[in-house]
């Protein structure tokens, strides 16, 4: 069997407004590129902030009052990430009056667009509406907007959203991997049954796919 018959299955446990989710999701994907290992993509939903206020917060004060993130640290941050992103091909474009939202919504929307084949896709085009157009993704029409833009029919997504009908199904799917002790992200299962945490880094990556590679091929 071929390793394109046969790739790695990824679970990646993340949030959409999660910066090193994007860093290791792309760095992964590199890995893969770099290594001619194909690899299959699950994402699966994580609320960094659960108990945001719909309006959200400033990014630059929330991060100093979570985290004790100073200016200089937080500038700094930006600069490390714009410049990881720009080297795997992923801009983020921060701004000193940019947001951080609640995304409960947001995964909503991923467990919706994965029934119709769409869920990686829907993932990524988040991440690039957050971090990239700096959007509110908290607020339905925006994220009935990033639907559209990847192809899905926006009314259909809006009028899911609007209902709440996937409520109990991405909380469940929450809880499922809090209880498994995933406290941080990103988190990524692969092959079921090794947990790599953190962005890891693209020569990491390969070596854990080739690694995974030659115990399948064993």
């Known amino acids: ?22 860093i290791g999701y792309y760095q992964l994907a ?8 194909e690899i299959e993509v699950h ?7 659960p108990q945001m206020a719909p309006e959200g917060e400033n990014l ?3 991060l100093a009052a979570k985290y004790g993130t100073t200016p200089e640290g937080s500038r700094q941050a930006r600069e490390r990430l714009t410049a990881l992103g720009d080297a795997l091909g992923f801009a983020f474009n921060y701004a000193d009056d940019m947001r951080m939202y609640n995304t409960f919504s947001a995964h909503q929307l991923i467990d919706w667009a994965e029934e119709q084949g769409k869920g990686h896709e829907m993932k990524l085009a988040l991440f690039a509406a957050f971090f990239t157009r700096r959007e509110n993704v908290a607020d339905l029409q925006a994220l009935a907007d990033v639907a559209e833009g990847i192809g ?14 996937r ?15 995933i406290t941080g992200v990103p988190a990524m299962i692969f092959d079921r049954q090794h947990l790599v945490t953190g962005a890891q880094g693209e020569d990491n990556y390969a070596r854990i796919l080739e690694h995974l590679k030659s115990a399948q091929a064993a």
């Open 152 to 165: 899905l029919d926006r009314k259909s997504a809006l009028a899911m959203l609007e209902s709440g009908q």
């Open 30 to 37: 590199k890995a893969a590129t770099e290594t001619g290992i």
């Open 167 to 181: 409520v109990d199904t991405v909380r469940e799917k929450e809880r499922f991997w809090t209880s498994r002790g």
């Open 43 to 49: 994402w699966h939903p994580f609320e960094l902030n």
């Open 1 to 22: 069997m071929s390793e394109k018959e046969n790739p790695i299955r990824v679970d990646i446990v993340s949030d959409v407004v999660c910066p090193w989710c994007a």
């Open 60 to 62: 630059r004060e929330h």
